[in-house]
C-alpha cells in the first residue's frame, strides 16, 4: 500500500492564480481531510469528508474548496491564491465507524508546501 | 485558555537521558488522546495511543490525567533518533472534526 499520497511536493503560486492539491489513499478510509501547518503552529483542519459525496468545512475552510467523488481522491482546490496561504498542506485519512468516532487514528501524506508570492 | 498546550521547548537532553512532557487539554469531554511524532520537514506519524489506565511501548510510556486534564510522554534512553516534535492530540468525539493538535514539544538529543 502506497498509504496517503499527495502532489505536487513543492509549489510556488503569484497571487490571484489557482490551483489543486492533489490527494489519494488506497487504504479504502472512509474520512479524509486536508490541514494546514504554518510554522510553529498546530494543524489547523480546513475541510474533512465522511465519505463520497460528503464534505464539510473544518476550522479554517475560506479560500478554499473540496470534493469528494471517489473513496480515494480528495482533492483542495484554491481558487484565488493570496500570500495568507503560504503554508504546509497535509492530507490525512482515517477509518471510522458510528461505534468507534473517537479513536480515529489519521495516516498523514507527505505534504506540499505551497508559497504565494 | 487555549484547547490543547504544549511547552514548545526545545528540551535539550543528552543521550541517554529520560525526558518527560506534558500537554493540557481544555475540554472536559474530550474522549481520546494521541502523541503523534513529527520529524522536521515530514508529515506527523502516531506514536502511541493514551488510554486511561496508562500505556507503555517499549522506551515510552504516556499517562492521562482526566482530574487535571492532561496528558504525558516518557522517554526512557533517549536515542539520537527520538529527536522530533511530539505532538499531542485531543479528541473531543462527536465527528470527524474533533481532533485538535497542540503546536509540538520540539526534543533534541545530543550525543
Known amino acids: 500500500n502506497a498509504g496517503v499520497t499527495q502532489t505536487p511536493k513543492f509549489r510556488i503560486l503569484k497571487i490571484g492564480q489557482s490551483m489543486t492539491l492533489q490527494c489519494t489513499q488506497d487504504?479504502?478510509?472512509?474520512?479524509m481531510y486536508w490541514y494546514r501547518q504554518d510554522p510553529g503552529m498546530g494543524l489547523k483542519l480546513i475541510y474533512y469528508?465522511?465519505?463520497?459525496?460528503?464534505?464539510d468545512k473544518g476550522e479554517v475552510p475560506n479560500g478554499y474548496n473540496v470534493s469528494r467523488s471517489t473513496t480515494e481522491d480528495f482533492p483542495l482546490r484554491l481558487e484565488l491564491a493570496a500570500p495568507s496561504q503560504t503554508s504546509v498542506y497535509f492530507c490525512?485519512?482515517?477509518?471510522?465507524?458510528?461505534?468507534?468516532?473517537?479513536?480515529?487514528?489519521?495516516?498523514f501524506g507527505p505534504g506540499t508546501r505551497l508559497t504565494v508570492l | 485558555r487555549k484547547e490543547v498546550e504544549q511547552d514548545p521547548g526545545p528540551f535539550n537532553v543528552p543521550e541517554g537521558a529520560t525526558v518527560a512532557f506534558n500537554c493540557t487539554y481544555s475540554n472536559s469531554a474530550s474522549q481520546s488522546f494521541f502523541w503523534y511524532r513529527q520529524d522536521c520537514r515530514k508529515e506527523p506519524k502516531l506514536l502511541m495511543s493514551v488510554y486511561s489506565s496508562g500505556n507503555e511501548d517499549g522506551r515510552f510510556t504516556a499517562q492521562l490525567n482526566r482530574a487535571s486534564q492532561y496528558i504525558s510522554l516518557l522517554i526512557r534512553d533517549s536515542k539520537l533518533s527520538d529527536s522530533a516534535t511530539y505532538l499531542c492530540v485531543v479528541n473531543i468525539g462527536g465527528g470527524a472534526d474533533g481532533l485538535t493538535f497542540g503546536k509540538g514539544t520540539h526534543l533534541i538529543i545530543q550525543p
Open positions: 487504504m479504502n478510509h472512509n474520512y
Open positions: 469528508s465522511v465519505g463520497a459525496g460528503i464534505t
Open positions: 490525512a485519512s482515517s477509518y471510522s465507524t458510528l461505534a468507534d468516532r473517537s479513536y480515529n487514528e489519521q495516516f
